[in-house]
């Protein structure tokens, strides 16, 4: 197989296999010898050039004896390791900044975001992140690729392992008009769907709490090995807090947004009132157009 196959997760999860292996003082002759394997296979899974199976990464970790939190965060990888990954492709043109977000996002083993204004962007609908682009300005011969390039973001929720998180949503952002109703329905019922995911968390923060319940957007992503980053948009620029004193901070306003905010049930039906609000109430979930329910 060529290079053509190989992504920044496939190369990342091959380098961490061969440091397992070597670890075991295992060869890779050897190694392919205990599976039945031609000893290439082991070479082009080291190396990233491979299309990886969960099932040969599972048996090559059992070789190389690893178990608990260190298998359970490879076979993540190996879940995730075929897919279109952003920071391979230089003519998205994003930024330095962008690349760093999402190689972090990947990464994350939970990930914990609140937002005052604006959906989720891992829960954004296409027809939501259109009407946002254009918004924002963004001229229309861009929107399409950005829309996309947002698609794929949101395959660390999905698949055979997808990363927990938690979502926080104040009402305000809930209520959101465009000019098409049913965009902001459509969304709301994608939530709602999302909400059902065991994986998945989505709470709502109620505007009838007044100024206690505001506070900046944040994510708080939690990476292997007990480290954490927390991503804060601001007007001009988001930044990148790592210090243990601005985790600390924004765990403790993680727990705060948690004793304040509708618990999980309370904020299905708040959603679906607010869906219902929307109009058109006789329509379902099943009933919504678009892909954006097929591929989960």
Not at 49 to 57: A, E, G, L, P
Not at 75 to 87: C, K, R, T, V
Not at 268 to 282: C, H
């Amino acid at each position: 197989m060529g290079d053509a196959l190989s992504t920044v997760q496939g190369r990342a999860l091959g380098e961490e296999l061969r440091i397992r292996r070597e670890a075991q003082k295992l060869t890779g002759t050897y190694l392919a010898h205990i599976l039945g394997w031609d000893p290439s296979k082991v070479s082009r899974m080291e190396t990233g050039k491979t299309r990886f199976r969960v099932q040969d990464v599972i048996a090559y970790l059992a070789v190389c004896r690893v178990t608990g939190a260190d298998r359970d965060r490879l076979l993540y990888m190996a879940a995730h390791a075929n897919e279109p990954d952003l920071l391979d492709r230089d003519s998205d043109g994003l930024d330095m900044r962008t690349k760093i977000y999402l190689r972090h996002e990947w990464d994350a083993v939970h990930i914990v975001n609140y937002e005052p204004l604006l959906i989720p962007g891992l829960l954004q609908t296409p027809g939501y992140m259109r009407e946002a682009a254009r918004a924002e300005d963004v001229p229309e011969e861009k929107i399409e690729p950005l829309v996309t390039a947002k698609q794929q973001r949101q395959h660390v929720l999905r698949g055979e392992f997808p990363t927990p998180a938690g979502f926080f949503i104040h009402e305000h952002a809930l209520r959101c008009r465009f000019e098409d109703p049913e965009v902001m329905r459509e969304q709301l019922v994608h939530l709602i769907f999302k909400a059902s995911r065991p994986h998945l968390t989505i709470r709502v923060v109620p505007a009838s709490l007044g100024l206690k319940a505001l506070a900046n957007p944040f994510v708080l992503m939690e990476l292997p090995e007990r480290r954490a980053v927390v991503y804060m948009e601001a007007a001009v620029a988001g930044v990148f807090l790592e210090q243990k004193k601005d985790i600390e901070m924004c765990r403790k306003e993680w727990k705060r947004l948690d004793n304040l905010a509708l618990d999980e049930a309370e904020s299905r039906v708040f959603l679906a009132g607010l869906a219902n609000e929307q109009g058109s109430p006789e329509r379902t979930q099943d009933d919504l157009p678009g892909s954006f329910l097929a591929d989960e």
